[in-house]
Nanobody
Framework: QVQLVESGGGLVQAGGSLRLSCAASGRSSSTYTMGWFRQAPGKEREFVAAITRSGRSTYSSDSVEARFTISRDNAENTVYLQMNSLKPEDTAVYYC????????????????WGQGTQVTVSS
C-alpha cells in the first residue's frame, strides 16, 4: 500500500507555470505506475498524464500534451507534473494516483489516490 500527498498548487496567471509534486510513502512508489488526474467544478475527474514505473514511457491527454510534462524520481519517491502555458480551463483540483501494472487513462483503474491540490489559472 502507498500513501500519496500532492503539493505545489496555487494561483497563477494565464501563460504561467506551476510544478506539482506527489510524494509517496509506505510501499516504494517505484513499484507503481503513477498518474495525474484533474477535476474541475461541476465536471468529472479526467486523465491528465501517466508515467510507467521506470519512467521511460509517459502518456498525456490531448488537452495538455506539449504543455504538461510528467516525470518521476524513484530515489525520492516523488512524481512531478510540470505545467507550462497554463490556461484558465486548466483550473481544477489535481490528483495524484497509483496503480500496479501498465499505465491506464481510466480513473477506476487506479487504486491509490492523494487528497488533491488546487490549481487556479486567472485570465
Amino acid at each position: 500500500q502507498v500513501q500519496l500527498v500532492e503539493s505545489g498548487g496555487g494561483l497563477v496567471q494565464a501563460g504561467g507555470s506551476l510544478r506539482l509534486s506527489c510524494a509517496a510513502s509506505g510501499r516504494s512508489s517505484s513499484t507503481y505506475t503513477m498518474g495525474w488526474f484533474r477535476q474541475a467544478p461541476g465536471k468529472e475527474r479526467e486523465f491528465v498524464a501517466a508515467i510507467t514505473r521506470s519512467g521511460r514511457s509517459t502518456y498525456s491527454s490531448d488537452s495538455v500534451e506539449a504543455r504538461f510534462t510528467i516525470s518521476r524520481d524513484n530515489a525520492e519517491n516523488t512524481v512531478y507534473l510540470q505545467m507550462n502555458s497554463l490556461k484558465p480551463e486548466d483550473t481544477a483540483v489535481y490528483y495524484c494516483a497509483a496503480r500496479s501494472g501498465m499505465a491506464r487513462r481510466t480513473m477506476s483503474e487506479y487504486a491509490y489516490w492523494g487528497q488533491g491540490t488546487q490549481v487556479t489559472v486567472s485570465s
